[in-house]
């Protein structure tokens, strides 16, 4: 979509960290890192939140769940945890409605998910 910058970020027309690419999915670190490792796992297809998904396009939910595994493999997280988190619509805080996943680690977290 044109004016979504995480599509720009896809497009490779604004820059970012990449960490993680493949066919339908791109990772890129977090410009306001929250943890040691905060990476954004986001479909290269415009879906605009989890709201927009259904039958057609969720596959993606699992190919962004086997590139959060890999993504924590490389950034030494694999047997020690991490937290995959989705915001969804204005409540929840999204503020890029290009749909993605927050992969977070490298300290403990805590308990508390607000
Ligand atoms: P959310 O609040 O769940 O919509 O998360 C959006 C995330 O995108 C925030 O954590 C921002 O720091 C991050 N973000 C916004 N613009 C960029 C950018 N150009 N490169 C990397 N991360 C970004």
Do not use: W
């Not at 604004?14 to 339908?24: F, G, M, Q």
């Amino acid at each position: 979509m044109a004016d979504c910058i995480f599509c720009k970020i896809i497009n490779k027309e604004i820059p970012s960290t990449i960490v993680y690419e493949d066919e339908t999915v791109m990772a890129f670190r977090d410009i306001k890192p929250v943890a040691p490792v905060h990476v954004l796992i986001v479909p290269k297809k415009h879906i605009p939140s989890v709201e927009a998904l259904d039958r057609d396009n969720a596959g993606v939910l699992a190919d962004i769940h086997l590139a959060a595994k890999k993504i924590a493999e490389k950034e030494g997280l694999s047997g020690k945890g991490f937290r995959l988190i989705n915001n969804c619509g204005k409540d929840a805080g999204q503020t890029v409605f290009h749909l993605h996943y927050h992969l977070i680690g490298g300290r403990e977290l805590g308990e508390k998910l607000i």
